[in-house]
């Protein structure tokens, strides 16, 4: 039987637990299908689009609302082209079987906004700030030039990040340090250069003046800190590669 092109690869929308394990419960399938591009991809790199009671399509980031989905991949370029040549609307209307019903047994129309690429953009930025705020209040997060240099020297930093507007040899000088904690002298690797600006992130993380920062990871392999860097990075990943841009390493 064919694949609906919204839905999990496997024969259903979620995958049973293993026989004898401890529970019945369902976890989610991993893979899901681009409905522009019909191929396949982990459910995390993707982006959500969920529709209203009324019919409006609408970005759904965190992948919590109720009812069917749509998968898109985070190309913003790809999803402004499906926009304006009419393939986004016909894959959606497969995708929502046309449009939620209504009491009276009608469905409603399908739409969505001329901005929807600026809304999935704007969805996918407050997700990152989001998960910054949680992961700063989770003790994960580490600010200050002279601070962040020296866990990056010392090998404590799992992901460096700096502000659109960082200066250039401000970047340079921790990102030499995250490479000798790292053991990668001579790579040539740094850190990411967020599409955020210094002040978007002293918002998310309340405190003044934060270009640079980097998530922890703490001596002894904490597995908290582990999962807060590939939290932030997958944030910064969607956003990233939304916008066109390389994620990071």
């Not at 191929?39 to 980031?61: N, Y």
Request: net charge positive; hydrophobic share 35%.
């Amino acid at each position: 039987m064919r694949t609906p092109h919204n839905e999990c690869v496997s024969s259903d929308i979620t995958e049973k637990s293993p026989p004898g394990s401890d529970s019945g419960s369902e976890r989610p399938c991993a893979t899901r299908k681009c409905v522009l591009c019909g191929e396949s991809f982990p459910r995390e790199e993707l982006i959500r689009l969920a529709i209203s009671p009324d019919g409006e399509v609408l970005p759904d980031p965190q992948g919590k609302a109720p009812g069917r989905g749509a998968w898109i991949a985070p190309d913003r370029a790809a999803l402004e082209t499906a926009m304006a040549d009419g393939h986004l609307k016909k894959a959606l209307l497969r995708a929502f079987k046309g449009g939620p019903a209504k009491e009276n047994g009608e469905r409603a129309r399908l739409s969505y906004s001329d901005q929807l690429a600026q809304q999935i953009e704007d969805a996918l930025t407050r997700t990152l700030l989001d998960r910054l705020g949680l992961e700063r209040r989770g003790g994960n997060i580490v600010m200050g030039s002279a601070k962040l240099a020296e866990h990056a020297r010392s090998g404590r930093i799992a992901l460096l990040l700096h502000a659109s507007d960082s200066s250039e040899d401000g970047r340079k000088k921790l990102d030499q340090a995250w490479r000798v904690g790292t053991d990668q002298e001579g790579s040539g690797v740094r850190g990411t250069v967020l599409p955020l600006d210094r002040e978007a992130l002293s918002v998310a993380l309340g405190r003044e003046n934060v270009v640079h920062l980097g998530v922890s990871a703490r001596a002894g392999g904490s597995q908290t800190s582990k999962s807060a860097s590939g939290r932030v990075g997958q944030a910064v990943t969607r956003l990233s590669r939304f916008l066109g841009n390389d994620p990071p390493t």
